[in-house]
C-alpha cells in the first residue's frame, strides 16, 4: 500500500500518479479515474478527463498487451519494449480474423495517411481502411487491428468525444517521448515496477508486464541491488529501501475495478484470504470493486448513480463491526467529492 501510494497520495497531479504507477489499466475512462483517486489528493474525476484531453496521459495497448493509461513521455519506450512480444503472441488470433501480419501492416500505413492532423472514432477509422481498398471484416477484427497499429507504436487513444474515445497519430498527439534501448527499457520497466508495487518479486513482475518469466528475471537482476531484499510468503522479493521505515497503512480504501493493489501480483495472498477470492475474482481476470481494512480485503462494494447522488453498497466477507465504519463512511464522502455527487454508504444490517 505505501508503495503504490495508497497511504501516502501524490498531490495535485494525475500525471504524476499516472507516471509512478507505471500505467493503469484502461478499458473504460470511467473505470480508470477510480484507480487514481485513492493514490492523489487535491484532484477530482474531471482532472482525469483533462489529463486525457490534453495529452499529459495517454492510452494505448502496453502491459500484458491490454489498453493502459500512461504518462506521455513513457509511452514511446513502453510500446518499443513491450509491443512485439504481444503483437507476435495475439498473431494466430488476428490470423482467425482475417487480420494476416501483412494485411495489418498495410492497413497500419493507411491510417498513417487518414489520421493525419485529425483524429477519428474506431469505427470511422476502419471505414476508411476499407474505403482504400484494405478487407477488414466485421467483429472483432477492428478492435485487434486498431490494437497492432497502437503496438506498432504508430497511433494511440486520443481526445474522448463525449463517452466515445478517437484514435491519433502517435508522433502528432504526444510531443514528449523518451526513447530507450531494448535493455535500458527493460531495466527502467523493472525499476519502475518495484519501485511502485515492492516488495514484488519475479513472478509478480512477469505477471503484471506480460513478458515471459526468463526476461522478467533478467530485468529484476538487472537492478536488483537498487533495492532492499526481502523474504516474502512467496519467495524472494525486492523493496524500496527505507520503504520498511515509512508510516502505517490508513484505515479503509474504497478501491475500483482492476486496481493494482490486487491486478499487479501474482499472489495476492498478502491481502486477499483465499476463501474470499472468487468474490473478487470470478474468473475471466476482472476484478471487482473491494473494501480494504487495514490492508486487507474485507468485502466488495458497487454503486449506484442516481442523477447527482451515488450509493455505495458494500458486501462484507464478515461483519465488520462499528471501528471501520467511520473511515469508510469518510471513503464514501471522498468518493462523493470526486465525482462531484452526494454519497451515500450503504451496509448491510448485519455488517
Not at 497511504?7 to 495535485?12: C, E, S, V, W
Not at 487480420?99 to 491510417?111: G, I, N, Y
Not at 526513447?179 to 508495487?197: F, I, N, S, V
Amino acid at each position: 500500500m505505501r508503495a503504490q501510494r495508497l497511504t501516502a497520495p501524490i498531490r495535485n497531479s494525475v500525471p504524476d500518479v499516472v507516471r509512478h504507477m507505471v500505467g493503469l489499466q484502461a478499458q473504460d475512462t470511467r473505470m480508470t479515474r477510480l484507480l487514481v483517486r485513492p493514490r492523489a489528493s487535491g484532484v477530482d474525476a474531471a482532472s482525469v478527463d483533462r489529463a486525457c484531453q490534453d495529452a499529459s496521459v495517454v492510452r494505448t495497448w502496453a502491459m500484458r498487451g491490454t489498453l493502459h493509461m500512461v504518462a506521455a513521455e513513457d509511452l514511446r519506450w513502453l510500446v518499443d519494449l513491450l509491443g512485439p512480444t504481444f503483437i507476435a503472441r495475439s498473431r494466430p488470433r488476428r490470423r482467425q480474423l482475417g487480420l494476416p501480419d501483412e494485411l495489418c501492416e498495410d492497413a497500419t500505413e493507411v491510417m498513417v495517411e487518414l489520421l493525419a492532423g485529425r483524429q477519428l472514432s474506431r469505427a470511422a477509422l476502419v471505414e476508411e481502411v476499407r474505403a482504400r481498398g484494405v478487407p477488414v471484416q466485421d467483429g472483432q477484427a477492428h478492435a485487434h487491428l486498431v490494437a497492432y497499429a497502437a503496438m506498432r507504436g504508430v497511433i494511440c487513444r486520443g481526445p474522448d468525444r463525449g463517452d466515445e474515445p478517437t484514435y491519433a497519430l502517435v508522433n502528432e498527439w504526444v510531443t514528449a517521448q523518451r526513447k530507450l534501448g531494448p535493455d535500458e527499457g527493460l531495466a527502467e520497466l523493472a525499476r519502475r515496477y518495484l519501485t511502485a508495487h515492492g516488495p514484488a518479486g519475479v513472478e509478480d513482475f512477469a505477471t503484471w508486464s506480460g513478458l515471459p518469466v526468463g526476461q522478467a528475471r533478467r530485468a529484476i537482476e538487472a537492478v536488483a541491488e537498487e533495492f532492499e531484499e526481502t523474504a516474502t510468503v512467496v519467495g524472494k522479493a525486492w523493496l524500496r529501501p527505507g520503504r520498511r521505515r515509512e508510516p502505517r497503512a490508513r484505515v479503509a480504501l474504497l478501491l475500483g475495478h482492476f486496481d493494482p493493489y490486487l491486478l499487479d501480483y501474482r499472489n495476492r495472498e498478502f491481502a486477499l484470504d483465499p476463501a474470499f477470492a472468487k468474490r473478487v475474482q470470478a474468473g475471466g481476470g476482472f476484478i471487482q470493486p473491494t473494501v480494504v481494512v487495514d490492508g486487507q480485503v474485507v468485502g466488495t462494494w458497487r454503486q449506484r448513480r442516481e442523477r447527482e447522488r451515488v450509493t455505495i453498497d458494500i458486501e462484507p466477507f464478515r461483519p465488520l463491526g462499528p471501528a471501520a465504519l467511520p473511515h469508510l463512511e469518510q471513503e464514501a464522502a471522498d468518493l462523493g467529492r470526486y465525482l462531484d455527487v452526494d454519497a451515500v454508504l450503504r451496509l448491510p444490517e448485519s455488517g
